[in-house]
């Protein structure tokens, strides 16, 4: 553990300090000192790594928001089906993680396809069924979050479906039969008993989704190329152009740091929220 996450976090957070670039790299230990100037660079709205990681920031949220919570509301209600018995139960149940289990390189490979303005499949629906007068420019322009975000969905949702699903199958079906004999309709049902049952469940499905879909970065680059453009930019994919193309290490490891702080406290604070409605 501490050769492989310890030594590298302490060395990143390090050289974050530095103006370590491709002609400093060798001799790193004696590249300039720049204290938090790399920090400051990040979220200064006049250079032009400010803007583009605010803007990059404000688009993983917006990715994050819509994937997360429409994907955990069709994965719940694929959950609350699958919980009921019906022939064939446990084929349909292997069979919707077909998307989850796919390599991200062939899934969004597929997808890319699906996207193509001219030749794919979606524009060619929406135009047949008259939704659209001409093909949408998915992979390029305004439309490529929203590329992402259905391309995302349709792969993440099957694992939160079944870890739904595998909390729906801890419920004594007894509370249920106890509160249709005192009254109870579908709804309170639903809110009173399985939401309250799923509660840990949900918690955990959180934290996994947001942490996963704030360092997300295959998605993106599989679907947009390495040149993803500014509507479709998020952290990772520029802490990857700042190391790679730019060779500004220092600067790199900055926006690293502050995307791991981050996360941290997003989860820290949902946690405590989480816990205080709990206790309510």
Request: hydrophobic fraction near 50%; charged fraction near 15%; aromatic fraction near 14%.
């Amino acid at each position: 553990m501490i050769l492989v996450h310890i030594i590298p976090m302490a060395w990143g957070i390090l050289i974050s300090f530095k103006d370590l670039t491709i002609r400093t790299i060798r001799n790193w230990q004696e590249a300039p000192w720049c204290g938090i100037d790399n920090y400051i660079k990040a979220f200064n709205p006049v250079s032009t790594v400010g803007q583009r990681f605010m803007r990059s920031l404000r688009n993983i949220v917006f990715y994050g928001f819509f994937t997360i919570s429409i994907g955990f509301f069709i994965a719940l209600g694929v959950a609350l089906l699958l919980n009921k018995p019906f022939i064939g139960r446990t084929f349909v149940r292997g069979v919707i993680l077909i998307p989850y289990i796919t390599p991200d390189s062939v899934a969004y490979n597929f997808w890319r396809f699906i996207f193509q303005s001219r030749i794919g499949i979606l524009n060619e629906m929406l135009l047949r069924i008259g939704i659209i007068q001409e093909p949408i420019m998915w992979l390029v322009g305004r439309n490529t979050i929203w590329a992402v975000i259905i391309a995302s969905i349709w792969k993440g949702w099957p694992l939160t479906s079944l870890m739904l699903l595998a909390g729906l199958q801890t419920i004594p079906v007894e509370l249920y039969e106890a509160a249709r004999i005192d009254g109870a309709n579908a709804w309170q049902c639903f809110r009173y008993i399985t939401l309250s049952y799923l509660k840990p469940v949900i918690k955990t499905i959180m934290i996994m989704n947001i942490l996963w879909n704030f360092h997300a970065y295959n998605q993106f680059v599989v679907l947009f190329g390495e040149n993803v453009g500014i509507h479709a930019e998020v952290p990772n994919t520029l802490i990857m152009r700042e190391a790679f193309d730019n060779y500004n290490y220092g600067q790199e490891s900055a926006l690293s740091v502050i995307l791991m702080l981050l996360m941290l406290t997003i989860t820290v604070v949902y946690l405590y929220v989480f816990r205080q409605r709990a206790e309510e």
